[in-house]
Nanobody, 127 residues
Framework: QVQLVESGGGLVQAGDSLRLSCAAS????????MGWFRQAPGKEREFVAA????????AYADSVKGRFTISRDNAKNTLYLQMNALQPDDADVYYC????????????????????WGQGTQVTVSS
């Protein structure tokens, strides 16, 4: 499995920006589609954004479209999530994840497809 470690979470005010990072090690990072998910206490983990293994395909949840940008630097084995115009509803624990299957062209929003997960990073947004 690929090991994933998120960083960059914190406490911000509504309207501020944050950039989350996810450092990968283990299996070859470059051949796996990656995703960001978030989860609030007592709720199911929900899709935020995904990116194909080459970076050419991306997908976003409607709630973050236009505000969040997912990207990856395969030379650094790192996944990013740039979050702008943060709102209190964006406050959650954010997780990065790697697709279980290599070289998948299409990205997916389904939690079950992702086989490797990080430990999560907390994002708190004050109003």
């Amino acid at each position: 499995q690929v090991q994933l470690v998120e960083s960059g979470g914190g406490l911000v005010q509504a309207g501020d920006s944050l950039r989350l990072s996810c450092a990968a090690s283990g299996r070859t990072f470059t051949i796996y589609a990656m995703g960001w998910f978030r989860q609030a206490p007592g709720k199911e983990r929900e899709f935020v954004a995904a990116i194909g293994y080459s970076g050419g395909v991306t997908a976003y949840a409607d709630s973050v479209k236009g505000r969040f940008t997912i990207s990856r630097d395969n030379a650094k084995n790192t996944l990013y999530l740039q979050m702008n115009a943060l709102q209190p509803d964006d406050a959650d624990v954010y997780y990065c994840a790697a697709d279980s299957t290599p070289c998948v062209v299409e990205v997916t929003t389904s939690v079950s497809v992702y086989g490797s997960w990080g430990q999560g990073t907390q994002v708190t947004v004050s109003s």
